[in-house]
């Protein structure tokens, strides 16, 4: 059980992991799981499945249509098997890092910037 918001718990594909985030794009599961896989935690994508239409009514004594195939998930949710992940806490913790060695910051994270800043945080800048 979550204890809070921000740290929820679930079963993906048979393992349990912790929730890094849900209902997102293939393009944004693809990008997460890059960036979490590139900092060492092993990354689970699986695919919500829409909601299928109810089947249309058949006349007595006709047969019924086969079902349609069920559609391809557009949504994802991905998660990390590693139980102590908290992703407000790993951005914000600046525990994260790209590719090319640089901190993850928030812009990063939420794919706002294309690449990463070395700011330095506000309590570590010398005073004017």
């Known amino acids: 059980m979550a204890i809070n918001k921000n740290h929820e718990f679930e079963e993906l594909e048979g393992v349990k992991c912790c929730i890094v985030e849900r209902s997102v794009s293939s ?9 979490l896989e590139g900092n060492g935690y092993t990354v689970i994508v699986s695919g919500v499945v829409p909601k299928a239409a109810p ?3 058949v006349a007595e004594g006709e047969p019924a249509p ?16 590693d139980m102590t992940f908290n992703s407000v806490n790993a ?12 901190v993850v910051t ?13 700011e330095v945080p506000y309590f570590e800048q010398a005073a004017e």
């Open 27 to 35: 393009e944004r599961a693809a990008f997460l799981k890059a960036l």
């Open 91 to 102: 951005v914000f913790g600046r525990l994260l890092r790209t590719p090319e060695g640089q």
């Open 55 to 57: 089947a249309p009514a």
């Open 106 to 118: 928030l812009a990063y994270w939420q794919q706002k910037e294309s690449r990463a800043s070395d």
């Open 66 to 81: 086969p079902p349609p195939p069920p559609p391809a998930p557009t949504q994802f949710t991905v998660g990390v098997t």
